[in-house]
């Protein structure tokens, strides 16, 4: 069982639309990352959360550390948005680092 | 643009044989990390070097190896290739604040 869970798998959306992708957690984490990966498999990360909310752009990332939940929005979604939206949980390894990766969702915007 | 690189890009090998995969980093961080994502999957972590030395692995065979030299680039070392080695193998560096930035990955097939 993956200690990452992401939903939903797929979602296509029109164009404008608003956007919610979801992953839950059940480790540990010392910061969750939602990570972005286009076709090809360049990966950018797009926000690091260890509490509350981000917001760059039309981009809104939210993280609820009690229930172990963390939420990607996209509003006014545009067809450029369409990639894979992947949830990476760092927990912690001996004194470095290690990421938790969900499967991730992959999002098209239809024009 | 994150200002890592890897190399090659594509690479394609005949099963039995060993590959040697690489990244460049950005000066200053002192941790990298090495991923596995499968076609479909999410990335997998291999093992993580911090100035050097392995720092955390994930459940890969020893034929999985790295490096790391001081000049904040890494290897990654793949012995005795199997067909289920092909996938995007995917470097990510980080500053002590363990913001992770990704490279581009380098495709591997095995024939």
């Known amino acids: 069982k993956n200690e990452v869970e992401q939903s939903p798998q797929n979602l296509t959306a029109q164009e404008g639309e608003f956007i919610t992708i979801n992953c839950s957690y059940s480790v540990g984490i010392s910061a969750l990352h939602w990570l972005q990966q286009h076709p090809g498999g360049g990966i950018v990360s797009l926000f690091m959360?260890?509490?509350g909310k981000k917001k760059h752009g039309r981009l809104i990332a939210t993280i609820n550390i009690q229930e172990k939940h963390s939420s990607l929005h996209i509003t006014a979604s545009h067809p450029r948005d369409s990639a894979v939206y992947i949830c990476?949980?760092?927990?912690?390894?001996?004194?470095?680092?290690?990421?938790?990766f969900g499967t991730g969702t992959s999002l098209t915007v239809i024009p | 643009e994150t200002g890592v690189t890897q190399s090659p890009t594509h690479l394609i090998k005949t099963r039995g044989q060993q590959v040697t995969l690489r990244c460049s980093s950005q000066s200053g961080h002192n941790t990298v990390s090495w991923y596995q994502q499968a076609l479909g999957q999410g990335p997998q972590f291999i093992f993580q070097y911090y100035r050097e030395e392995e720092n955390g692995r994930g459940n890969f065979p020893p034929r999985f190896s790295g490096l790391q030299f001081p000049n904040y680039s890494s290897e990654l070392n793949v012995n005795a290739l199997e067909l289920d080695d092909s996938a995007l193998y995917l470097c990510?560096?980080?500053?002590?604040?363990?913001?992770?930035?990704f490279g581009p990955g380098t495709r591997l097939t095995v024939l």
């Open positions: 990510a560096s980080s500053p002590p604040d363990s913001t992770q930035f």
């Open positions: 959360l260890s509490s």
């Open positions: 990476a949980a760092l927990g912690i390894v001996n004194t470095g680092n290690q990421f938790n």
